[in-house]
Structures are given as structure tokens and as C-alpha cells.
């Protein structure tokens, strides 16, 4: 793909999306796209017809083919034979399988699949397209002119991807500049360029810089992931003390207007821990983001961090008095795009992504997330992390 996404406008982006729409979603065959580590990012209506298994239950994840091809031995099977033709080739054609729907009907099906590669080599995704066939004609080849519309089918999925990854690429950049200036302005105002400032001013200052740099942080990471095709970005751990995550909380929500009231409570009790500072604000500011957002007209919010001795973590909690979240939906919470239903007058605007987000966030920490919650009583959500061990104590300060 040539030119810079810099040079096209609006109406054509339009147009990529509405053609990507009828490809997939329009198309006569199951198309599906997976990511480097294997969980599915696109399953396409056909895909659903199929399989009985709708999108929302399929994407962002990989347990789908242990749905569909529940016996272990045959799976572990078709993987060694998919990896082993993909390490000589970039595409498979006529790949058969029999599978089990979601009513428990055997099908068999063909695919073929295209690796998709970054400008390094490495695999980033991977395309499959298939079909039902007839048990009957499973060793049938898949004629000259059917097999030229999939390619070219393939080849349009491509262009769509690597279209939107530049164009993605192309508004982070954007959104990322004005940053620099408003850092560096904030910085020389403070260290007065332009004059004496009030004490007031100074911390409001110092709010906007620790929130631009946070935001900056965010975008890097976007930035570096699309780089690196799609790979997780490495977290930079190191030796957090509770005190300084808690002064620079403070610092962040220095007289935030959230537009309501909300009180929010720091407390903390002396230990560290090991984290990538800039993910666990990035975290922690997406939990308070709800707490706020799911609640009425005032919320109390309490953010603590204190150690647990007994398998050496130290817990970050945040607790509101918000709506709280339905006994059935606990175990969603931290699912893609799920956003509760609630008879409460709070918009249901966003995609659901903030807590999923979290999680991963967490998770790429070596840490773990939880929730307590009960309807119209409030939630805590609970995050643990690897206590920084020093001859196997944890450390405190004194």
C-alpha cells in the first residue's frame, strides 16, 4: 500500500468502511481474523450462520475452537498441521474440518487462510475464509475461478486492515503534538518565565502536567503497538512506594470538575510494590472514571493501598457508594463492550472498553483485578500486585 493516510479525506475512510462492511459482513463465506496470539478480532455474520455462535461471544478471545472442535486430540491435531504449512507458506487452501455447531450439528467445513505480515516479516494476523461442504466432495478441488474470487476477497481484507492501522497510526500522531507544547508551557510557567505565581496556581499547573504526561504515556503505547504489528507493549516495572502513587493521585485530581459532586478520600498504608506507574494510574483512573460516571448526583469515593503480609501483594482499592452492579453481571464486568443495563438516568455512552482495558492493563503487571459489589450499595474493586520483596519481607518505611 503506497501514499501517506495524511493526503486522504474523510469521504474515502467513509467509503472504506461502508466497502469493509459489505465484504465481510455481506459476504456468502465464514470469514474470520485472528491475532498474533491466536483470539479472534473479527467473526463475520456467515461465520455466525454457521456456527451459531454470535460475534459478541467469539471476539476477543480463543476458546471458540474448543466450542468447535471439542475433542482435544483433534484440535491439537489440526494446529500441529495449520503451524506446520504455515512455516513454509503464507496461505493455505482447501483446508478441511469437521466441526460442532452450537446445537450440537456436525459440519464439515474448507478454509483458507493468508498470514498477514508487518514490514519485518512476522506474523501479525491471520485471515481464514470458509465454507460447508459436502462430506461427499471433501477431496473435490476448489475450481481455478472460485479460488481466484477468494483470493481477491483476501486481498481486499488486507488493504482494509492496513488502511485502518495507518489511519490509526496517523491520529495518534496527531492527537500526540499538542501535547508537547502544553507540558513545556505548564513546565516554564511554573519555573517562572511569566512572572510570580500563587501557590494555587502552581498545583493546578502541576495537575495539568502529570494528566498531559499520563496521556502522552497512553499514546506512545498506541503508537508503539502499531509499530511493533500488533505486539503487547512490554510494561516498565519498577519499585512503586504507596506514598508517592497516592501524592501523585492527589495531584492528578487537585480540584477535578467532574461536573458533580464527588469527594474522593486517599489513604494508603507504607509498603511498595512492583508496577509500570503510568498503566496503574491509567487503571485506576478508568475505575474512578466509573465510579462517577454510574452514579448519582454525588459519589464518595475511597482509594487505599495496603499490604497483604500473607502472599506478599499489596492491594490498591477503590470504593464508591455508586449504583453498584447486578449479582449476574459480576463475572462480566471486565469483559469487552460490556456495559450493564440499568434503570438509573446515567447515559450509556462509550464502547464498555475502560474495565476490559484494566484488566489487561493489570494483568500485563503480573497483577490481578476484582469486584465487590451490591445493587444500589457501591462496589470495590480490588487491584493486587507483586509486593517489592527485600529479604522476604515487605518492605515499609518507618
Same mark, same amino acid.
Given at each position: ?20 462492511? $459489505? ?29 451459531? $455462535?454470535?460475534?459478541?461471544?467469539? %471476539? ?9 472442535? +471439542? ?36 459440519? !464439515? ?70 501535547? %508537547? +507544547? ?103 483512573? !478508568? ?41 449476574? !453481571? ?16 446515567? +447515559? ?17 503487571? !503480573? ?32
Amino acid at each position: 500500500m503506497t501514499g501517506n493516510i495524511s493526503d486522504k479525506n474523510p469521504d474515502e475512510f467513509g467509503e472504506s468502511l461502508d466497502f469493509k462492511s $459489505w465484504v465481510i459482513d455481506g459476504a456468502s463465506v465464514w470469514i474470520h481474523v485472528n491475532d498474533e496470539n491466536g483470539k479472534i478480532v473479527l467473526w463475520n455474520k456467515k461465520a455466525e450462520e454457521i456456527t451459531g $455462535w454470535k460475534p459478541e461471544e467469539v %471476539v476477543g478471545g480463543s476458546d471458540i475452537w474448543k466450542k468447535l472442535i +471439542p475433542n482435544e486430540s483433534d484440535r491439537a491435531r489440526i494446529y500441529t498441521n495449520l503451524d506446520s504449512i504455515l512455516s513454509d507458506s503464507d496461505t493455505i487452501n482447501d483446508y478441511h474440518a469437521e466441526l460442532v455447531t452450537k446445537s450440537g450439528e456436525k459440519k !464439515n467445513v474448507s478454509w483458507d487462510l493468508r498470514a498477514i505480515k508487518n514490514r519485518d516479516g512476522r506474523v501479525i494476523r491471520s485471515i481464514a475464509i470458509g465454507k460447508v461442504i459436502d462430506p461427499s466432495t471433501r477431496r473435490k478441488s476448489v475450481s481455478s475461478e472460485e479460488a481466484t474470487r477468494l483470493q481477491v476477497k483476501i486481498s481486499e481484507l488486507e488493504k482494509i486492515i492496513a488502511s485502518e492501522n495507518e489511519y490509526l497510526s496517523f491520529i495518534t500522531h496527531e492527537l500526540r503534538n499538542p501535547l %508537547v +507544547p502544553i507540558i513545556g508551557y505548564s513546565d516554564m510557567i511554573r519555573e517562572g518565565a511569566f512572572g510570580e505565581i500563587s501557590d494555587e496556581l502552581d498545583k493546578a499547573l502541576e495537575s495539568i502536567m502529570i494528566n498531559a504526561e499520563s496521556m502522552k504515556t497512553i499514546l506512545d503505547d498506541v503508537q508503539g503497538t502499531l509499530s511493533a504489528g500488533f505486539q503487547k507493549v512490554t510494561p516498565n516495572l519498577t519499585e512503586i512506594k504507596a506514598s508517592d502513587l497516592i501524592s501523585d493521585l492527589r495531584k492528578i485530581y487537585y480540584k477535578a470538575n467532574f461536573g458533580k459532586k464527588v469527594d474522593i478520600v486517599f489513604g494508603y498504608e507504607d509498603c511498595s510494590f512492583t508496577a509500570d506507574k503510568f498503566k496503574l494510574i491509567q487503571v485506576i483512573r !478508568n475505575i474512578i472514571f466509573n465510579s462517577v460516571k454510574y452514579s448519582g448526583a454525588r459519589v464518595n469515593i475511597l482509594v487505599a493501598v495496603s499490604p497483604e503480609l500473607a502472599d506478599y501483594t499489596a492491594v490498591i482499592s477503590v470504593t464508591d457508594d455508586g449504583i453498584g452492579i447486578g449479582e449476574d !453481571n459480576i463475572a462480566k464486568i471486565f469483559d469487552k463492550n460490556f456495559q450493564e443495563n440499568s434503570k438509573q438516568d446515567t +447515559p450509556r455512552s462509550g464502547q464498555g472498553m475502560g474495565l476490559y482495558i484494566a484488566k489487561n492493563l493489570v494483568e500485563s503487571m !503480573n497483577g490481578s483485578i476484582s469486584v465487590i459489589s451490591r445493587k444500589g450499595e457501591g462496589s470495590t474493586f480490588s487491584i493486587a500486585l507483586p509486593a517489592a520483596v527485600r529479604n522476604n519481607t515487605l518492605p515499609s518505611e518507618k
